[in-house]
T-cell receptor, first 114, second 113 residues
Framework: SQKIEQNSEALNIQEGKTATLTCNYT??????LQWYRQDPGRGPVFLLL?????KEKRKERLKVTFDTTLKQSLFHITASQPADSATYLC?????????????FGGGTRVLVKP | KAGVTQTPRYLIKTRGQQVTLSCSPI?????VSWYQQTPGQGLQFLFE???????NKGNFPGRFSGRQFSNSRSEMNVSTLELGDSALYLC????????????FGEGSWLTVV
């Protein structure tokens, strides 16, 4: 069966450290993998997109890696700040004829302590 | 540029009733997708509309339907509401191509009692 797994346990991290989140998937062939941030009661906010032929993508303090052999993406927040506390979702955009149809993981909650 | 606007923000309905939720995409965006988010199932894709046509569909019963108007605004309808339909319903818009950035609205919180 098809699955997208993110660590369901909250990640508690000290301010200034690097938070690393994992997204593992099985039985999917994604064309793209995306990461979103979601705050309580709000809609998800797009952070980064990485294509199947890309190994790494960076944006400011964020870094995403994508290993299609391992079927895994890692999401890093460097020099974490309390404002980074949120739930982070990975989403697969499958190879399909057209359009947008994201399949989401369950999300990992990150709590950055000052 | 205004973001994705969803109305109403909160609503309470009774089992068996129907509900219509509205979404105004970002100006210029022709793709509107709908998602359901619950604590148990997470974020699940309902359907996507592009230029007034349903282009993709998730695995939800026929009670869930949608439509898109010529101005790209979209509505989704849920008929014969069940308690399990209580959820945050999220609308997302994009220009429509695969790999484009998708922008979510703040969602409509539906409680079925």
């Amino acid at each position: 069966s098809q699955k997208i797994e993110q660590n369901s346990e909250a990640l508690n991290i000290q301010e200034g450290k690097t938070a690393t989140l994992t997204c593992n998937y099985t039985n999917y062939s994604p064309a793209y993998l995306q990461w979103y941030r979601q705050d309580p009661g709000r809609g998800p906010v797009f952070l980064l997109l990485i294509r199947e032929n890309e190994k790494e993508k960076r944006k400011e303090r964020l870094k995403v890696t994508f290993d299609t052999t391992l079927k895994q993406s890692l999401f890093h927040i460097t020099a974490s700040q309390p404002a980074d506390s949120a739930t982070y979702l990975c989403a697969l955009d499958l190879k399909q004829a057209a359009g947008n149809k994201l399949t989401f993981g369950g999300g990992t909650r990150v709590l950055v302590k000052p | 540029k205004a973001g994705v606007t969803q109305t109403p923000r909160y609503l309470i309905k009774t089992r068996g009733q129907q509900v219509t939720l509205s979404c105004s995409p970002i100006s210029g965006h022709r793709s509107v997708s709908w998602y359901q988010q619950t604590p148990g199932q997470g974020l699940q894709f309902l359907f996507e509309y592009f230029s007034e046509t349903q282009r993709n569909k998730g695995n939800f019963p026929g009670r869930f339907s949608g439509r898109q108007f010529s101005n790209s605004r979209s509505e989704m309808n849920v008929s014969t509401l069940e308690l399990g339909d209580s959820a945050l319903y999220l609308c997302a818009s994009s220009t429509g191509g695969s790999g484009n950035t998708i922008y979510f609205g703040e969602g409509s919180w539906l409680t079925v009692v």
